[in-house]
């Protein structure tokens, strides 16, 4: 578990600021401190033809906390979580099967926009703040020292 300091919230101006780094194709990386873990936001390709905010939690990313079912803390609290439809209602009803049934779950490491990826962090995370590059390689290398590197 994480040590938690007081509770922070973003402000307007942290949140815009964050917008304009992850909705330029040449931005910055954006740093946050959550509820002790430090994570770092993106904007890179994540097809063809499309960008999204990648996702970094104290320099990594781990596929497993992808697993919606091992419910990793990590998973939770910094990768979306998406719903898919794979069996319709009209099959469902014939073949009796529960709602729960016919949806699958997954998590992606990417958000499609910035203001999706600011809504989950808030929502998910009792204190959050922004922070430099500086700070965020200080705080990760205390961890390291201090051995709570993931």
């Not at 964050?18 to 330029?24: P, W, Y």
């Not at 990768?79 to 898919?84: I, S, T």
Request: aromatic share 10%; proline share 1%.
């Amino acid at each position: 578990m994480r040590i938690k300091d007081k509770k922070r919230k973003l402000t307007n101006k942290d949140k815009e600021t964050i917008k304009k780094e992850l909705n330029s194709c040449f931005g910055d990386v954006v740093y946050l401190e959550c509820d002790g873990y430090i994570v770092a936001a993106i904007t890179l390709k994540i097809s063809e033809m499309k960008l999204g905010v990648n996702v970094y939690v104290d320099n990594y990313f781990k596929g497993k906390w992808l697993d919606v079912e091992k419910k990793y803390e990590e998973g939770k609290r910094f990768y979306p979580l998406h719903k898919k439809r794979i069996i319709s209602k009209k099959d469902a009803k014939v073949l009796g099967l529960k709602e729960s049934d016919c949806v699958i779950e997954y998590r992606k490491p990417w958000f499609s926009t910035s203001t999706a990826f600011i809504n989950h962090i808030c929502r998910h995370n009792e204190s959050v703040r922004l922070i430099n590059r500086h700070q965020a390689k200080r705080l990760i290398e205390n961890k390291k020292d201090n051995g709570n590197a993931n």
